[in-house]
Protein backbone atom coordinates (compact mmCIF):
# COMPACT_ATOMS: atom_id res chain seq x y z
CA UNK A 1 0.00 0.00 0.00
CA UNK A 2 2.82 2.53 0.97
CA UNK A 3 3.94 1.98 -2.95
CA UNK A 4 1.01 2.48 -4.28
CA UNK A 5 0.42 5.85 -2.82
CA UNK A 6 3.97 7.09 -3.71
CA UNK A 7 3.39 6.54 -7.08
CA UNK A 8 0.82 9.39 -7.71
CA UNK A 9 3.11 12.30 -6.74
CA UNK A 10 5.82 11.02 -9.07
CA UNK A 11 4.13 10.55 -12.36
CA UNK A 12 2.76 14.09 -11.97
CA UNK A 13 5.75 15.89 -11.62
CA UNK A 14 7.75 16.97 -14.68
CA UNK A 15 11.50 16.86 -14.18
CA UNK A 16 14.08 18.15 -16.72
CA UNK A 17 17.37 15.36 -17.64
CA UNK A 18 19.79 18.07 -15.34
CA UNK A 19 17.39 17.85 -12.72
CA UNK A 20 17.11 14.22 -13.30
CA UNK A 21 20.81 14.00 -13.19
CA UNK A 22 21.33 16.10 -10.29
CA UNK A 23 18.65 13.69 -8.41
CA UNK A 24 20.65 10.28 -9.11
CA UNK A 25 23.99 12.62 -8.25
CA UNK A 26 22.41 13.15 -4.71
CA UNK A 27 20.70 9.63 -3.88
CA UNK A 28 24.53 8.52 -4.49
CA UNK A 29 25.46 10.22 -1.14
CA UNK A 30 28.68 11.58 -2.84
CA UNK A 31 29.70 13.12 1.11
CA UNK A 32 29.68 9.22 1.80
CA UNK A 33 32.20 8.49 -0.87
CA UNK A 34 35.32 8.75 1.23
CA UNK A 35 34.70 5.85 2.39
CA UNK A 36 35.04 3.95 -0.44
CA UNK A 37 38.00 5.96 -1.65
CA UNK A 38 40.06 5.74 1.88
CA UNK A 39 40.76 1.72 1.99
CA UNK A 40 42.09 1.86 -1.53
CA UNK A 41 44.17 4.82 -1.23
CA UNK A 42 46.17 3.48 2.26
CA UNK A 43 45.96 -0.24 0.73
CA UNK A 44 47.49 1.22 -2.24
CA UNK A 45 50.05 2.78 -0.34
CA UNK A 46 50.91 0.34 1.31
CA UNK A 47 51.61 -1.83 -1.70
CA UNK A 48 53.82 1.22 -2.79
CA UNK A 49 55.70 0.67 0.07
CA UNK A 50 56.41 -3.32 -0.53
CA UNK A 51 57.41 -2.41 -4.10
CA UNK A 52 54.28 -4.02 -5.63
CA UNK A 53 52.08 -0.88 -6.56
CA UNK A 54 49.72 -1.60 -9.87
CA UNK A 55 47.96 0.97 -10.89
CA UNK A 56 45.44 -0.77 -12.89
CA UNK A 57 44.81 -3.25 -9.76
CA UNK A 58 44.57 -0.08 -8.12
CA UNK A 59 42.35 1.39 -10.20
CA UNK A 60 39.69 -1.51 -10.77
CA UNK A 61 39.52 -1.85 -6.60
CA UNK A 62 38.56 1.87 -6.44
CA UNK A 63 35.81 1.80 -8.91
CA UNK A 64 34.80 -1.53 -7.45
CA UNK A 65 34.54 0.42 -4.10
CA UNK A 66 33.08 3.39 -5.22
CA UNK A 67 29.91 0.96 -7.33
CA UNK A 68 29.37 -1.02 -4.01
CA UNK A 69 29.50 2.51 -1.58
CA UNK A 70 26.99 4.24 -4.46
CA UNK A 71 24.42 0.80 -4.80
CA UNK A 72 24.66 0.67 -0.86
CA UNK A 73 23.09 3.73 -0.73
CA UNK A 74 20.77 3.74 -3.57
CA UNK A 75 19.96 -0.18 -1.72
CA UNK A 76 19.30 2.14 1.41
CA UNK A 77 17.24 4.82 -0.22
CA UNK A 78 14.56 2.17 -1.09
CA UNK A 79 14.63 -0.21 1.75
CA UNK A 80 13.94 2.74 4.22
CA UNK A 81 11.33 4.14 2.00
CA UNK A 82 9.88 0.66 2.43
CA UNK A 83 10.41 0.28 6.02
CA UNK A 84 8.83 3.47 6.83
CA UNK A 85 12.52 4.76 8.03
CA UNK A 86 12.11 7.79 5.64
CA UNK A 87 9.22 10.01 7.00
CA UNK A 88 8.25 13.59 7.06
CA UNK A 89 10.03 13.36 10.48
CA UNK A 90 13.42 12.73 9.11
CA UNK A 91 15.93 15.77 10.16
CA UNK A 92 18.75 14.24 7.30
CA UNK A 93 19.44 15.33 3.36
CA UNK A 94 16.32 14.66 1.36
CA UNK A 95 15.68 10.88 0.17
CA UNK A 96 15.01 10.18 -3.39
CA UNK A 97 12.66 7.59 -3.17
CA UNK A 98 10.91 9.19 0.30
CA UNK A 99 10.62 12.89 -1.79
CA UNK A 100 8.90 11.30 -4.58
CA UNK A 101 11.33 12.41 -6.74
CA UNK A 102 12.65 8.30 -8.42
CA UNK A 103 9.90 5.62 -7.96
CA UNK A 104 10.60 2.67 -6.54
CA UNK A 105 10.31 0.57 -8.99
CA UNK A 106 13.44 2.91 -10.73
CA UNK A 107 15.62 2.64 -7.71
CA UNK A 108 15.19 -1.03 -7.31
CA UNK A 109 16.98 -1.55 -10.79
CA UNK A 110 19.51 0.75 -10.02
CA UNK A 111 20.61 -0.96 -7.05
CA UNK A 112 20.26 -3.97 -9.23
CA UNK A 113 22.35 -2.25 -12.46
CA UNK A 114 24.86 -0.58 -9.71
CA UNK A 115 25.88 -3.46 -7.95
CA UNK A 116 25.66 -5.78 -11.07
CA UNK A 117 28.27 -3.23 -12.63
CA UNK A 118 30.42 -3.86 -9.44
CA UNK A 119 30.41 -7.40 -9.91
CA UNK A 120 31.58 -7.39 -13.52
CA UNK A 121 34.42 -4.96 -12.27
CA UNK A 122 34.94 -6.63 -10.03
CA UNK A 123 35.83 -10.41 -11.78
CA UNK A 124 39.12 -8.23 -13.33
CA UNK A 125 40.63 -8.58 -10.13
CA UNK A 126 41.13 -12.35 -10.86
CA UNK A 127 43.69 -11.98 -13.00
CA UNK A 128 45.60 -9.83 -9.80
CA UNK A 129 44.58 -12.40 -6.94
CA UNK A 130 42.49 -15.64 -7.92
CA UNK A 131 39.39 -17.29 -8.32
CA UNK A 132 38.68 -17.25 -4.73
CA UNK A 133 38.24 -12.92 -5.11
CA UNK A 134 34.91 -13.72 -6.70
CA UNK A 135 33.73 -15.59 -3.38
CA UNK A 136 34.93 -12.29 -1.77
CA UNK A 137 33.30 -9.53 -4.32
CA UNK A 138 29.82 -11.74 -3.89
CA UNK A 139 30.33 -10.75 -0.51
CA UNK A 140 30.51 -7.56 -0.34
CA UNK A 141 28.03 -7.52 -3.67
CA UNK A 142 25.10 -9.46 -1.01
CA UNK A 143 25.85 -7.25 2.25
CA UNK A 144 25.36 -4.35 0.47
CA UNK A 145 21.77 -5.13 -0.43
CA UNK A 146 21.49 -6.78 3.20
CA UNK A 147 22.52 -4.15 4.65
CA UNK A 148 18.71 -2.92 4.70
CA UNK A 149 17.01 -5.32 2.52
CA UNK A 150 16.36 -8.74 2.30
CA UNK A 151 14.39 -10.77 5.16
CA UNK A 152 17.50 -10.13 7.88
CA UNK A 153 18.53 -6.25 6.76
CA UNK A 154 21.87 -5.94 9.35
CA UNK A 155 21.35 -2.22 9.65
CA UNK A 156 17.66 -2.90 11.45
CA UNK A 157 19.43 -5.21 13.85
CA UNK A 158 22.18 -3.26 15.08
CA UNK A 159 24.63 -4.73 12.71
CA UNK A 160 25.48 -1.84 10.66
CA UNK A 161 28.65 -0.59 12.62
CA UNK A 162 29.82 -4.19 11.74
CA UNK A 163 28.88 -4.33 8.05
CA UNK A 164 30.88 -1.50 7.35
CA UNK A 165 34.50 -1.58 9.47
CA UNK A 166 34.55 -5.79 8.06
CA UNK A 167 33.53 -4.66 4.32
CA UNK A 168 34.94 -0.88 3.92
CA UNK A 169 38.25 -1.27 6.29
CA UNK A 170 39.18 -5.09 6.50
CA UNK A 171 37.96 -6.30 3.35
CA UNK A 172 39.05 -3.07 0.88
CA UNK A 173 42.37 -2.56 2.71
CA UNK A 174 43.20 -6.38 2.89
CA UNK A 175 42.33 -6.71 -0.93
CA UNK A 176 43.48 -3.66 -1.78
CA UNK A 177 46.78 -4.76 -0.46
CA UNK A 178 46.57 -8.63 -1.65
CA UNK A 179 45.70 -8.15 -5.50
CA UNK A 180 48.85 -6.12 -5.42
CA UNK A 181 51.26 -7.51 -3.27
CA UNK A 182 49.68 -10.76 -3.19
CA UNK A 183 49.68 -11.08 1.50
CA UNK A 184 48.90 -9.11 4.01
CA UNK A 185 50.66 -8.56 6.99
CA UNK A 186 49.89 -7.33 10.48
CA UNK A 187 50.99 -3.91 9.61
CA UNK A 188 47.80 -3.97 7.18
CA UNK A 189 45.59 -5.20 9.55
CA UNK A 190 46.31 -1.99 12.27
CA UNK A 191 45.77 0.21 8.76
CA UNK A 192 42.62 -1.61 7.81
CA UNK A 193 41.44 -1.29 11.43
CA UNK A 194 41.66 2.57 11.36
CA UNK A 195 40.02 3.19 8.59
CA UNK A 196 37.14 0.92 9.32
CA UNK A 197 36.65 2.43 12.59
CA UNK A 198 36.69 5.81 11.47
CA UNK A 199 34.41 5.02 8.61
CA UNK A 200 32.29 3.50 11.44
CA UNK A 201 32.18 6.92 13.09
CA UNK A 202 30.35 8.26 9.72
CA UNK A 203 27.55 5.64 10.35
CA UNK A 204 27.08 6.38 13.89
CA UNK A 205 27.03 10.22 12.90
CA UNK A 206 24.19 9.24 10.83
CA UNK A 207 22.44 7.09 13.11
CA UNK A 208 22.83 9.46 15.94
CA UNK A 209 20.75 11.93 13.45
CA UNK A 210 18.53 9.91 13.07
CA UNK A 211 17.57 8.30 16.69
CA UNK A 212 13.97 9.45 17.01
CA UNK A 213 12.67 8.43 12.78
CA UNK A 214 14.45 5.26 13.44
CA UNK A 215 13.25 4.43 16.80
CA UNK A 216 9.89 4.47 15.60
CA UNK A 217 10.22 2.88 12.35
CA UNK A 218 11.53 0.01 14.50
CA UNK A 219 15.56 0.56 12.99
CA UNK A 220 17.26 -0.99 16.04
CA UNK A 221 20.65 0.63 15.05
CA UNK A 222 23.21 0.60 18.16
CA UNK A 223 22.35 4.27 19.13
CA UNK A 224 18.61 3.30 19.64
CA UNK A 225 19.63 0.42 21.50
CA UNK A 226 22.14 2.41 23.80
CA UNK A 227 21.62 5.92 23.56
CA UNK A 228 23.42 8.34 22.47
CA UNK A 229 25.65 8.31 25.40
CA UNK A 230 26.98 5.09 24.47
CA UNK A 231 27.12 7.04 20.32
CA UNK A 232 29.49 9.96 21.36
CA UNK A 233 32.02 7.25 23.63
CA UNK A 234 31.91 5.10 20.09
CA UNK A 235 33.47 8.37 17.81
CA UNK A 236 35.77 8.91 20.57
CA UNK A 237 37.19 5.22 20.73
CA UNK A 238 37.28 5.57 17.16
CA UNK A 239 39.62 8.33 16.73
CA UNK A 240 41.46 7.25 19.80
CA UNK A 241 42.36 4.07 18.10
CA UNK A 242 42.85 5.51 14.96
CA UNK A 243 45.43 8.34 16.22
CA UNK A 244 47.03 5.55 18.48
CA UNK A 245 47.61 3.23 15.50
CA UNK A 246 49.47 6.14 13.51
CA UNK A 247 51.91 6.10 16.28
CA UNK A 248 52.17 2.64 16.71
CA UNK A 249 52.66 2.34 12.82
CA UNK A 250 55.86 4.78 12.99
CA UNK A 251 57.20 2.81 16.24
CA UNK A 252 56.99 -0.42 14.22
CA UNK A 253 58.90 1.33 11.72
CA UNK A 254 56.86 2.12 8.59
CA UNK A 255 57.59 5.98 8.81
CA UNK A 256 59.68 8.18 10.88
CA UNK A 257 58.56 8.07 14.72
CA UNK A 258 58.53 12.31 15.26
CA UNK A 259 56.27 12.49 11.92
CA UNK A 260 53.51 10.01 13.22
CA UNK A 261 52.95 12.00 16.37
CA UNK A 262 52.63 15.15 14.72
CA UNK A 263 50.40 13.96 12.23
CA UNK A 264 48.26 12.30 15.25
CA UNK A 265 48.88 15.58 17.02
CA UNK A 266 46.91 16.77 14.36
CA UNK A 267 44.12 14.69 13.36
CA UNK A 268 43.55 14.02 16.75
CA UNK A 269 43.07 17.54 17.47
CA UNK A 270 40.69 17.86 14.61
CA UNK A 271 38.72 14.43 15.90
CA UNK A 272 38.39 16.71 19.13
CA UNK A 273 36.40 19.37 17.61
CA UNK A 274 34.54 16.67 15.11
CA UNK A 275 33.60 15.09 18.57
CA UNK A 276 32.66 18.22 21.02
CA UNK A 277 30.25 19.30 18.34
CA UNK A 278 28.24 16.10 17.91
CA UNK A 279 27.91 15.96 21.66
CA UNK A 280 26.62 19.81 21.39
CA UNK A 281 24.46 19.72 18.30
CA UNK A 282 21.05 20.83 18.64
CA UNK A 283 19.34 21.14 15.13
CA UNK A 284 19.49 19.62 11.68
CA UNK A 285 21.66 21.51 10.12
CA UNK A 286 24.10 20.76 12.80
CA UNK A 287 23.76 17.09 12.41
CA UNK A 288 23.90 17.10 8.42
CA UNK A 289 26.93 19.22 8.67
CA UNK A 290 28.76 16.86 11.26
CA UNK A 291 28.28 13.95 8.32
CA UNK A 292 30.31 15.78 5.75
CA UNK A 293 32.88 16.68 8.47
CA UNK A 294 33.54 12.77 9.01
CA UNK A 295 33.67 12.29 6.01
CA UNK A 296 36.56 14.82 5.42
CA UNK A 297 38.17 14.03 8.48
CA UNK A 298 38.11 10.01 7.03
CA UNK A 299 39.99 11.61 3.80
CA UNK A 300 42.31 14.16 5.64
CA UNK A 301 43.67 10.60 7.35
CA UNK A 302 43.91 7.90 4.82
CA UNK A 303 45.73 10.85 2.61
CA UNK A 304 47.69 11.67 5.56
CA UNK A 305 48.57 7.97 6.52
CA UNK A 306 49.23 7.53 2.53
CA UNK A 307 51.55 10.20 2.46
CA UNK A 308 53.46 8.82 5.75
CA UNK A 309 53.46 5.53 4.44
CA UNK A 310 54.97 6.41 0.82
CA UNK A 311 57.71 9.04 1.85
CA UNK A 312 59.17 6.86 4.87
Known amino acids: MRLSRRRGPVRSQTVTAEASWKIWVAAARPRTLPAAVAPVIVGSALAWR?????????????????????????ANDYYDFVHGADTGERVGPRRAVAAGLVTPAAMRRAVGLTLGLAFAVGLALV??????????????????????????????????????????????????????AG??????????????????????????RDLDTDRKAGKRTLVVRFGRGFALGQVAAGHVIACGILVALAWQGLYRPNAGIVVALILGTYALLQWRSLRQAQNAPEMIALLGWCSAYLAAYSVALAVLIVTG
Open 183 to 208: GVTVVVWEAAVAVGLLTVNILVVNNY
Open 50 to 74: AGSFSPAAAAICLVFALLVQIGANF
Open 127 to 180: AWGGWWLVLVGGCCIVAAAAYTGGPFPLGYHGLGDLFVFVFFGLVAVGVTYYVQ
